[in-house]
């Protein structure tokens, strides 16, 4: 028994083989497999794929190991739609069926929501997902570089790095854009601007981004710069306003800073203008080159077609939109309701919710600027439905307070973090406040483990 053991530990050592099978996926997109009662952790595996893995990182109870062999496949594993897809770590799943893809994210919703917030007994409805699967992002940002013979480079970032895999296009992205991908990144380089080292703090350009109207095909380029002053950046941003036909404007955003934070708060338009237009829900948005927008329209569309559908408003209602945004949601939901706010911290994204507020003739809203800790208790009417899409952290336990206080009749939670919405979901209904009644899972990012639900809670009157 002893030498077994200390056979054992010998082989739970950094840079050594093992085998392994793996028995599920975490909720951060890794195989898990289990090796004499530990756990290890193996990205661009899948749930029964036999394997032989390098380990690479130990803990004594578990670790993270590099698939170094697949020994046999999962009937769930198919081959990636990407030439780089086990490189780059813009994506973590191509190698998995979309089918699966769903099964997983359901599951993952179900036991997060078992573990975390204690639900049992609560339905938790099949993933809800796009056609698009591929294809679909409105908006790419990626960090720019020198590969080693001095040719400037675009892509995502390697996996746990940031060494850049270099891409000429991206089948996760919408297609119109590969085109200047690659041609955008020889303009650059044939006019000679310099790009910045994260590493030295010199040069001038670290990000070249894109976003795109879906429904209507117009295209913003925004360079992300250290500096204002780049040579011949009126010449470039002309000749790339003549060349492609849907591009409306070219952008330049100020980031001095030394931080992974992309864009900085300042933004000059070089050429065209600063916005594009889109359609969502029927109604006329407009997206600057750092507004936050869902990045997969169609399937942001269907998540507030089934939210209205459930939600079945009567036309008599007073709505609430905490971290509303450019009011994407606060505006079609305005449009069922008899009267609405929308509470927003960023000053930005509140005039540009008013302003799509007034293209689109809605007159019932009303877009307030401020936390929505210290906006919520002032309100003068109590709300008959509250709408919740915070950030991946989740409300402060001040705003479930308050809501606990104010008890809407309803309240619906939108999150792409499934273990902070446990936590407050539990927050609110562990008094028997509110009642748990639906979560629904919607697949808003294919391809990654990222997963957007939709939770709605009813207030406890009996």
Same mark, same amino acid.
Request: glycine letters at 6%; a neutral charge; one cysteine or more.
């Given at each position: 028994? %002893?030498?077994e053991?200390q056979s &054992?530990?010998?082989k739970?050592?950094q840079?050594?083989?093992i085998?392994l099978?793996?028995?599920d996926?975490s909720n951060?997109?890794d195989?898990?497999?289990r090796?004499?009662?530990?756990?290890v952790?193996?990205?661009?595996t899948?749930?029964?794929?036999r394997?032989?893995?390098?380990?690479i990182?130990?803990k004594?109870?578990?670790a993270?190991?590099?698939?170094?062999t697949?020994?046999?496949?999962?009937p769930?594993?198919i081959?990636p739609?990407?030439?780089?897809? @086990?490189?780059c770590?813009?994506?973590?799943?191509?190698?998995?069926?979309?089918?699966y893809?769903?099964?997983v994210?359901?599951?993952?919703?179900?036991?997060?929501?078992?573990?975390i917030?204690?639900?049992?007994?609560i339905?938790i409805?099949s993933?809800?997902?796009?056609?698009n699967? %591929? @294809?679909y992002r409105n908006?790419?940002t990626?960090?720019l570089?020198?590969?080693? &013979?001095?040719?400037?480079?675009?892509?995502?970032?390697r996996?746990?790095?940031?060494?850049?895999?270099?891409?000429?296009?991206c089948?996760?992205?919408?297609?119109?854009l590969?085109p200047?991908?690659?041609?955008? +990144?020889?303009?650059?380089?044939?006019?000679?601007l310099?790009i910045?080292?994260?590493k030295?703090?010199?040069?001038q350009l670290?990000?070249?981004?894109?976003?795109?109207g879906?429904h209507t095909?117009?295209?913003?380029?925004?360079?992300?710069? &250290?500096?204002?002053n780049?040579?011949?950046?009126?010449?470039?941003?002309?000749?790339? /306003?003549?060349?492609?036909?849907?591009?409306?404007g070219?952008?330049?955003n100020?980031?001095?800073?030394?931080t992974?934070?992309?864009?900085g708060?300042q &933004?000059q338009?070089?050429a065209?203008?600063?916005?594009?237009k889109?359609?969502?829900a029927?109604?006329?948005?407009r997206?600057?080159?750092d507004?936050?927008?869902?990045v997969?329209t169609e399937a942001?569309?269907?998540?507030l077609k089934?939210m /209205?559908?459930?939600l079945?408003l009567?036309?008599?209602e007073f709505?609430?939109?905490?971290?509303?945004?450019i009011?994407t949601?606060?505006?079609?939901?305005?449009?069922?309701?008899?009267e609405?706010v929308g509470?927003?911290?960023?000053?930005a994204?509140?005039?540009q919710?008013? %302003?799509?507020a007034?293209?689109?003739q809605?007159?019932n809203?009303t877009?307030m600027?401020?936390s929505?800790?210290?906006?919520?208790?002032? !309100?003068?009417h109590?709300p008959d439905?509250?709408?919740l899409?915070?950030?991946? +952290?989740?409300?402060a336990?001040s705003?479930?307070?308050?809501? %606990?206080?104010?008890?809407? !009749?309803?309240i619906?939670?939108?999150s792409?973090?499934?273990?902070t919405?446990?936590r407050d979901?539990?927050l609110?209904?562990?008094?028997?406040n509110?009642?748990?009644?639906?979560?629904?899972p919607?697949d808003?990012?294919?391809?990654?483990?990222?997963?957007?639900?939709?939770?709605?809670l009813?207030l406890?009157?009996?």
């Amino acid at each position: 028994m %002893l030498e077994e053991n200390q056979s &054992t530990s010998n082989k739970w050592q950094q840079g050594n083989l093992i085998e392994l099978e793996i028995s599920d996926l975490s909720n951060s997109g890794d195989g898990v497999g289990r090796w004499q009662s530990r756990v290890v952790f193996v990205s661009n595996t899948v749930t029964g794929d036999r394997v032989l893995v390098r380990l690479i990182r130990v803990k004594p109870k578990y670790a993270y190991g590099k698939l170094e062999t697949l020994l046999s496949a999962s009937p769930h594993r198919i081959r990636p739609r990407c030439i780089v897809a @086990d490189k780059c770590g813009g994506c973590q799943w191509q190698h998995i069926s979309d089918e699966y893809q769903a099964i997983v994210k359901h599951n993952i919703v179900v036991e997060t929501l078992k573990r975390i917030g204690n639900f049992h007994q609560i339905e938790i409805k099949s993933t809800l997902t796009n056609k698009n699967t %591929l @294809d679909y992002r409105n908006k790419a940002t990626y960090p720019l570089g020198y590969s080693p &013979t001095g040719q400037i480079q675009a892509g995502y970032y390697r996996l746990n790095t940031h060494q850049i895999v270099n891409l000429n296009q991206c089948p996760v992205q919408d297609h119109r854009l590969n085109p200047l991908l690659a041609s955008v +990144k020889q303009d650059l380089q044939k006019f000679g601007l310099s790009i910045y080292n994260e590493k030295t703090h010199q040069g001038q350009l670290r990000h070249l981004s894109f976003r795109i109207g879906r429904h209507t095909g117009e295209i913003l380029l925004t360079l992300v710069s &250290t500096d204002w002053n780049l040579p011949k950046i009126q010449e470039l941003a002309q000749l790339w /306003m003549d060349r492609y036909s849907e591009l409306v404007g070219v952008n330049l955003n100020y980031n001095p800073h030394s931080t992974n934070v992309i864009f900085g708060s300042q &933004t000059q338009t070089i050429a065209g203008r600063n916005y594009l237009k889109e359609n969502f829900a029927g109604l006329e948005l407009r997206l600057l080159p750092d507004t936050f927008f869902q990045v997969n329209t169609e399937a942001a569309e269907l998540l507030l077609k089934v939210m /209205m559908e459930q939600l079945n408003l009567k036309g008599d209602e007073f709505l609430v939109d905490a971290y509303c945004g450019i009011g994407t949601f606060t505006l079609p939901l305005a449009q069922q309701v008899k009267e609405a706010v929308g509470i927003e911290i960023q000053e930005a994204s509140v005039i540009q919710a008013r %302003l799509n507020a007034q293209i689109n003739q809605i007159h019932n809203v009303t877009f307030m600027a401020g936390s929505v800790e210290n906006t919520l208790p002032q !309100l003068q009417h109590k709300p008959d439905l509250v709408l919740l899409d915070p950030p991946r +952290k989740g409300c402060a336990t001040s705003v479930i307070d308050t809501l %606990l206080k104010i008890q809407p !009749l309803k309240i619906v939670y939108i999150s792409c973090q499934i273990s902070t919405l446990a936590r407050d979901l539990k927050l609110l209904c562990n008094k028997n406040n509110y009642r748990l009644q639906l979560v629904q899972p919607v697949d808003l990012f294919p391809q990654t483990a990222h997963i957007e639900i939709i939770a709605y809670l009813e207030l406890i009157t009996n």
